[in-house]
């Protein structure tokens, strides 16, 4: 089985990367950057993003495992005191995989043939560097409302305990094939309305945000990575055909995860 290791970059995170890379050498597992067959990410939820989307071109073959370094992730579980048992688990080489769903975003541009498709394993956002967002959202082909305020995020289940669940958004369980639209601060009175609560389709449904303006720039998010986006005349949100695959060597309950980084750890 092929390996990498990818760690956060800080002191702490480095020294586990290299011990984790000896020991899984010394088992006889092959390091290989470009096409690894399990990437472990050394850091927190942040540097699970990052080597998320350094291999987003392998979904189907690579699984993803974090350790994490700082408080307890979503994606990162595991301590660095579990290390030994950690890499003593890889080398069997057989684990249980679980696959989350993930999102497809695709940005439609005046100009270009083809729109642009990207993957979020958290969410997407649509912000302005200038004044209010104002487009109108399509659901299935039909028109919903016409959105005027800061921005809107689409989330994945597993991008909903992160920046959903500051906008007032639910949390979803990864089980679920969906995704979560919320506002950020709408403008509400006589002359706008939203219907102001978060909403949430399941994976047939297709959601479309217009531009009033044809032309405009937005700025957008997709999990950690900011774009500034332009001449965009359609954004279409779905649930991705593509699941990340995670590499379960133990139990790892949503709602356990949910619970000790929201409500306590000490239990
Ligand atoms: P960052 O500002 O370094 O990280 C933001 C925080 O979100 C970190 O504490 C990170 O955990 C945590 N996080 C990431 N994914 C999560 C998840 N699925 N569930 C719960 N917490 C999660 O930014 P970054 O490292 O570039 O990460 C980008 C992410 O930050 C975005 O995808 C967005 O979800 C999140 N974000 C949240 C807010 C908010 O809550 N108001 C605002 C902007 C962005 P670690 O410390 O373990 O890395």
Redesign the pocket.
């Known amino acids: 089985m092929k390996f990498v290791v990818t760690s956060k970059g800080d002191h702490k995170s480095d020294s586990i990367k290299s011990i984790i890379d000896q020991y899984l050498t010394d088992f006889d597992l092959e390091m290989d950057k470009e096409t690894p067959d399990l990437v472990i990410t050394v850091?927190?939820?942040?540097?699970f993003?990052h080597a998320v989307h350094k291999y987003f071109h392998r979904l189907e073959e690579t699984a993803f495992i974090g350790v994490?370094t700082?408080?307890l992730?979503?994606?990162?579980d595991w301590l660095p005191d579990e290390i030994e048992k950690l890499v003593i688990e890889i080398s069997k080489q057989s684990f249980d995989i679980a696959e989350y769903p993930l999102l497809e975003m695709k940005i439609h541009r005046q100009g270009l043939p083809e729109p642009e498709r990207y993957l979020a394993l958290?969410?997407t956002t649509i912000r302005k560097i200038e004044g209010s967002v104002v487009l109108d959202i399509d659901i299935n082909g039909e028109l919903f409302e016409r959105f005027r305020g800061d921005g809107l995020c689409v989330s994945t289940p597993?991008?909903s305990?992160?920046?959903?669940?500051?906008l007032g958004g639910a949390i979803v369980h990864p089980s679920l094939s969906t995704m979560q639209l919320t506002e950020m601060s709408s403008i509400n009175n006589r002359v706008y309305r939203t219907i102001g609560s978060p909403l949430i389709f399941p994976s047939h449904h297709m959601v479309q945000f217009k531009p009033m303006n044809k032309g405009q720039s937005f700025l957008m998010?997709i999990?950690?990575i900011t774009k500034s986006v332009d001449h965009v005349t359609l954004f279409e949100c779905a649930v991705a055909k593509e699941k990340i695959r995670f590499a379960r060597f133990r139990p790892f309950p949503f709602w356990k995860r949910v619970h000790d980084?929201f409500i306590s750890d000490d239990r």
């Open positions: 850091g927190g939820d942040g540097t993003l994490h700082g408080h992730g979503f994606y990162a958290n969410e597993s991008g305990t992160a920046y959903n669940k500051a998010t999990d950690h980084s």
